[in-house]
């Protein structure tokens, strides 16, 4: 090999590593520009921290719901969301919850989405039943999660608009 393209090699990783790899905090907004939206910034309901620590932990929740799950999820109840982080997709879907009927919705789509995943989990029982033991721990834990969704709705409270946005 050439010493010429070697430097040359050299040369050009060089320039990529103090382009996409720098760690001031000026470049870091260029190298990802969802790294901190005001958006994600803002509060969420008390039920959104717990919802994303179970919901999207498959070894607690049973089932992975990636990225195009939640746009699905969101598409399905009329909510426009960017892809971005799962935990980030999450809290905007659930951001501006003021209503039950919103809930049972979001809720309503990602059990629809769960019972997928066991209707798969119970296929793949029934072909590898060596293995059924640990597809029916997968959709035990799946139904324990969706009996939580049934939870966050009762406690839910609803805000109601006043006519004064900062009487409280």
Known sequence: MNQHDLSDLRAEFDK??????????????EQNPDASDKEDEESV?????????????????G?????LDIKRIAEAIDESIPIKERIKMI??????????QY???????????????????????????????IFDEHSNKARKIMKIF????????EIEPS?????V
């Open 163 to 167: 006519e004064d946005p900062l009487f």
């Open 63 to 67: 089932v992975y719901l990636s990225r």
């Open 91 to 100: 809290r905007a879907l659930f951001r501006h919850t003021t209503t039950k």
């Open 150 to 157: 049934e939870h966050i709705i009762e406690d839910f409270e």
């Open 45 to 61: 309901p008390q039920f959104v921290e717990t919802l994303t620590n179970k919901l999207l932990a498959p070894a607690i929740s």
């Open 16 to 29: 990529f590593v103090k382009e996409r790899c720098s760690t001031d905090p000026e470049n870091l907004q």
């Open 103 to 133: 809930l049972e919705d979001a809720f309503a789509e990602i059990n629809r989405h769960i019972n997928g995943r066991i209707l798969i989990y119970q296929e793949l029982g029934e072909a590898f039943p060596a293995s059924k033991a």
